[in-house]
């Protein structure tokens, strides 16, 4: 291959707790895995197949820093979720060897621009512009596995302004982590350096300029942004 038309941008990469940095290549997010959320939202909250989008690597702020209230939309939602970091890839994999694909884990903002995605789903065009805008996804330090172990149970929670206003435990995940990865691994190979949005429990709401956020999971860490 011959020299770059220009220079390559730096490969997006998020903070790992005790030092160094997690090389982002994809992020994945599953939809409505959180029966109370599946239903505030209008959806199913039994166990149908999960169902997947994306962001695209560059969408992260990570190191607490502030976010961009993005343009074209009067209706900005915060989703706090458990974010999974994958270091080893592979196809079909079984649930029951998943845990051995993940690095770590980390907590994480879905910010959702609600008005497009609500525009899509009536007309049936995809989500893309309501997900995987700029600055869509904050994201705290990744905690290795070795540190947090495979968190099954746990309270998870978003504050905006001081005030609680998401509120669940992990434990009521609809599709469990090793499943995710192997629902999602069925449908793409996945690779070193995929993070995976797990899903948000129930109380979504909209952000102004000036909110401040802080979601914490227990056993996992907390991530901060400043809408801006």
Same mark, same amino acid.
């Given at each position: 291959?011959?020299?770059?038309? /220009? ?8 903070? +790992?707790? $005790?030092?160094?940095? /997690?090389?982002?290549? !994809?992020?994945?997010?599953? &939809? ?19 169902? /997947? /989008? #994306? ?15 993005? #343009? ?18 592979? @196809? ?11 690095? &770590?884990? @980390?907590?994480? *903002?879905?910010?959702? !621009? ?16 309501? %997900? &995987?805008?700029?600055? #869509? ?22 504050? =905006?302004?001081? +005030? =609680? ?11 469990? +982590? ?9 449908? +793409?190979? *996945?690779?070193? $350096?995929?993070?995976?949005?797990? $899903? ?6 909209? *952000? ?6 802080? $979601? %914490?999971?227990? &056993? =996992?860490?907390?991530?901060?942004? %400043?809408? =801006?």
């Amino acid at each position: 291959m011959g020299d770059y038309v /220009f220079n390559p941008a730096p490969r997006p990469a998020a903070p +790992v707790e $005790g030092g160094g940095f /997690f090389p982002v290549r !994809r992020i994945f997010c599953v &939809g409505q895995n959180y029966a109370a959320h599946a239903r505030e939202m209008g959806g199913d909250p039994s166990r149908e197949p999960p169902f /997947f /989008f #994306s962001k695209p690597a560059d969408a992260l702020v990570t190191g607490g820093a502030d976010t961009p209230f993005p #343009s074209l939309t009067q209706n900005l939602h915060h989703e706090i979720e458990l974010v999974v970091a994958i270091d080893k890839g592979g @196809a079909n994999i079984p649930a029951a060897r998943a845990e051995n694909h993940v690095h &770590g884990y @980390a907590a994480g *903002l879905d910010l959702t !621009r609600r008005d497009l995605q609500a525009e899509a789903r009536k007309t049936g065009k995809p989500w893309d512009m309501s %997900k &995987g805008f700029d600055n #869509s996804a904050p994201l705290g330090l990744i905690r290795p596995a070795e540190k947090t172990g495979h968190p099954k149970a746990g309270r998870i929670s978003l504050k =905006v302004n001081g +005030v =609680v206003t998401q509120e669940g435990d992990l434990a009521d995940l609809i599709w469990s +982590v090793p499943e995710i990865i192997a629902a999602l691994s069925a449908y +793409v190979a *996945l690779a070193p $350096g995929d993070l995976i949005f797990t $899903g948000t429990p129930s109380g979504v709401g909209p *952000l102004e300029r000036g909110d401040v956020l802080l $979601g %914490k999971i227990e &056993g =996992v860490g907390e991530v901060r942004t %400043k809408v =801006v």
